[in-house]
Every structure is written in structure tokens, then in C-alpha cells.
């Protein structure tokens, strides 16, 4: 089990696989993606009984796998993925053994992500996206498209 720890020191800039974690969280709000925040979001309880507030919700994505409803906990130096919330109606499935973990979607058998084993955690292989998108859109008209050429 992860000590979790709320404070302002640096944050762990790993995503980790926790058995005992109920909800995706994360302390770091640059990671997610179309965020949205919340006036009264809860909180989440952690394992020495003290509380975190849940300030909103995002998605973490590699660009390739994508994780929905994470939520930003104000001060939390670690991000968290629930191993229940991956698996229970998602078609995905977690395997562990002493080297690591892969996340595997049950039917063509591909591996989404994987993570080694540090000590008693998972780190997950996630290298998110940090940032807003980058949005370009190009429009190319030939010549002869008049309705589309203005001189």
C-alpha cells in the first residue's frame, strides 16, 4: 500500500496500480485533460484517516490509452489508478507478477500499459500529456475551387 501524504513538496511524477485506491486520482491538475472543476466535489479518506478534497475531474491519455474521470485532489503527491475502477465493465483486465504489471484488453489480448515493479509498487509506463492540446487545422483549396478562393 502506498502512504499517501498531503503537503507542498514535489510530487511523485509516477502514475502507480493500487489495489486499495477506489478512484483515479492525482495531485497533478496539468496532467488531465478537458478538466472540470467542482465547487463541492467530496473528499477521499486515506489510509492514516486524514482527507483529501476533490477540487474536479479530468482524463490522463499517453495518446494512445486514455483514462476517464481522474480526480484532481488539491496537495495528493501521487497519482493513483484504481485497480477495480480499470477493470469492472471496461473489457480490460490487470495482471501482476514480481517483474511488473500489463494492462490487457481481455479480447484481442493487446497490451495497453505496462509498469515494473518498484519495491511494493506498480509504476505504471504512462508518460501522459502534459499540457493543452495543440490544435491546427489547414484548409488546402485548389485553384479551381472559385467558392473557395477569394482574390
Known sequence: MLKLVLSDKK???????????????????EELREFRSLKDGGCVKYGNNSFGKIKGYGMITNGEFSIR????????????ISVSQIVVGTGLKV???????????????????????????????????????TICLLAIAKSDESWLWHR
Not at 501482476?96 to 509506463?125: C, H, P, W
Open 69 to 80: 474521470k481522474v480526480a484532481y485532489v488539491e496537495g495528493l503527491q501521487h497519482s493513483l
Open 11 to 29: 510530487f511523485d511524477d509516477e502514475w502507480y496500480i493500487d489495489s486499495d485506491c477506489s478512484r483515479y486520482m492525482t495531485g497533478r491538475k
Open 95 to 133: 495482471s501482476f507478477d514480481d517483474e511488473g504489471s500489463e494492462i490487457i484488453e481481455k479480447n484481442t489480448k493487446k497490451v495497453q500499459l505496462k509498469s515494473q515493479r518498484k519495491g511494493e509498487m506498480y509504476a505504471l509506463n504512462l508518460n501522459p500529456i502534459k499540457g493543452k492540446p
